[in-house]
T-cell receptor
Framework: GAVVSQHPSRVICKSGTSVKIECRSL??????MFWYRQFPKKSLMLMAT?????????EQGVEKDKFLINHASLTLSTLTVTSAHPEDSSFYIC????????????FGPGTRLTVL | KNEVEQSPQNLTAQEGEFITINCSYS?????LHWLQQHPGGGIVSLFM???GKKKHGRLIATINIQEKHSSLHITASHPRDSAVYIC????????FGTGTRLQVFP
């Protein structure tokens, strides 16, 4: 089955630094990837939709200058949390839409970010 | 009111019990997903369905489009089934339920 990886799986950083999270589709090409955020015991919240070769579409309330998304290839999307702040601490999950014509999404294992 | 409601929120069961988790939604959808999230956080897609019923091993998922309702059943539950089960509907984007936390005790 389709596999999506994320790196790193967990990261701890100091306030004010930037952190990059990578999301890769390992065995298929993903023209569309999604970035989600999940607070403890809460549901996933869509942050942005990332389309290969074009600008990401951000959900209302998500700061595009703070959460930079780049989808430079058909197998890689990156999320950079800029000038991280403790309230950015969360679990970030990416997913990739399957081959064209399907609504199936394949989820990455997630990245736990802790900002000190 | 959430667009996707799940019940129950928490569920405990003895090993071997038959388990049902329900999902109701209020929007028009093209597909519904059942996802499993283990304590480590990773999410696995169990089913995607748009009508009828699907079965995979001990898991069965059904959907009634007219009633906007889906159920996930686990037969002969096992402690390794302990996880959070999330219903998500696809309506130009995925909308997630808040999840059902299942604990199966030996």
């Amino acid at each position: 089955g389709a596999v999506v990886s994320q790196h790193p799986s967990r990261v701890i950083c100091k306030s004010g630094t930037s952190v990059k999270i990578e999301c890769r589709s390992l065995d298929f090409q993903a023209t569309t990837m999604f970035w989600y955020r999940q607070f403890p015991k809460k549901s996933l919240m869509l942050m942005a939709t990332s389309n290969e070769g074009s600008k990401a579409t951000y959900e209302q309330g998500v700061e595009k200058d703070k959460f930079l998304i780049n989808h430079a290839s058909l197998t890689l999307s990156t999320l950079t949390v800029t000038s991280a702040h403790p309230e950015d601490s969360s679990f970030y999950i990416c997913s990739a839409r399957g081959p064209s014509g399907t609504d199936t999404q394949y989820f990455g294992p997630g990245t736990r970010l802790t900002v000190l | 009111k959430n667009e996707v409601e799940q019940s129950p929120q928490n569920l405990t069961a003895q090993e071997g019990e038959f388990i049902t988790i329900n999902c109701s939604y209020s929007v028009g959808i093209s597909a519904l997903h059942w996802l499993q999230q283990h304590p480590g956080g990773g999410i696995v897609s169990l089913f995607m369905l748009s009508s009828g019923k699907k079965k995979h091993g001990r898991l069965i998922a059904t959907i009634n489009i007219q009633e906007k309702h889906s159920s996930l059943h686990i037969t002969a539950s096992h402690p390794r089934d302990s996880a959070v089960y999330i219903c998500a509907v696809y309506a130009d984007k995925l909308i997630f339920g808040t999840g059902t936390r299942l604990q199966v005790f030996p």
